[in-house]
């Protein structure tokens, strides 16, 4: 008879044993994702932090400074977007800069996959700084085309330098990408003067929407064949990537790759 009810048990117990090792398994893998990102973001913070401080010694030092920037290896590089951005804001300045101000100004990173995912970095300089990305105030450099680092950081070879003139009231940072480190297989390895076009109009776009001019959905020639046939859309809302106003210019291209370029509006 305890024979019979010890068999009839087994399975019971079987049962309980698979359900405790099932949910000990589930616990560990949950434990090892969260160590893993923890170290994504931990690497990922750190390189935002390397930028900044190497951004803040081009500014108030003046030295010129070779950067390689990437993204930590466990993220998706067209996933993220990093960018300059100024803001009004007394309260959210205080909580990154330490000290209320009415301007500040940060270097920010944000995941398109996890709006609640972002990093945010005080920078040190002058909300008046500026970046020119056209040939004139930066002089021309062999092997490296000039770039708008309030645009849009992506990875590759830097070499910054500081043209601010003795006259001039606000500094004037050249940003230098090195041709040859534009990855030649994704969406931000084509031409960076094709980027620029699309920049340059998205700009002088957002400034006429600024001013009043509601555009309607159309084509942009970029001037390079890879990027033709886009359209350009103005989104009411964008989320955490234009906190201020929630209004953006999205230029986006279906082709082979993907691409997308998205400038915030202010009105």
Request: proline share 5%; hydrophobic share 30%; with cysteine.
């Amino acid at each position: 008879m305890l024979n019979k009810r010890g068999q009839e048990g087994a399975p019971f117990e079987l049962l309980v044993a698979v359900i405790v090792m099932g949910f000990v398994i589930f616990i560990g893998l949950q434990a090892m994702k969260m160590l893993n990102d923890q170290r994504c973001y931990n690497e990922t913070d750190q390189k935002v932090e390397t930028l900044k401080t190497l951004l803040e010694t081009v500014v108030t030092e003046g030295s010129a400074q070779n950067i390689r920037f990437s993204m930590a290896d466990c993220y998706n590089e067209n996933d993220m977007s990093i960018r300059i951005k100024d803001y009004s804001e007394p309260a959210l300045c205080a909580s990154y800069c330490g000290s209320a101000r009415n301007l500040c100004t940060l270097l920010q990173l944000y995941h398109g996959g996890d709006p609640s995912f972002s990093i945010r970095k005080c920078l040190n300089i002058s909300p008046d700084t500026v970046f020119p990305y056209n040939v004139g105030t930066c002089p021309e450099k062999p092997e490296y085309e000039l770039v708008d680092f309030r645009d849009q950081i992506v990875q590759g070879t830097y070499l910054l330098t500081n043209q601010t003139s003795a006259t001039s009231t606000y500094p004037t940072v050249c940003a230098y990408r090195k041709t040859n480190s534009i990855p030649q297989n994704s969406p931000s390895g084509w031409p960076l003067s094709c980027l620029n076009n699309i920049s340059s109009k998205l700009n002088a776009l957002k400034s006429d929407v600024e001013n009043g001019v509601s555009p309607l959905d159309f084509s942009l020639n970029t001037g390079c064949p890879e990027l033709d046939g886009g359209t350009i859309k103005l989104i009411n809302n964008c989320g955490s990537e234009c906190p201020t106003s929630g209004k953006c210019l999205q230029y986006t291209y279906y082709g082979a790759n993907n691409y997308s370029k998205t400038v915030c509006v202010n009105s």
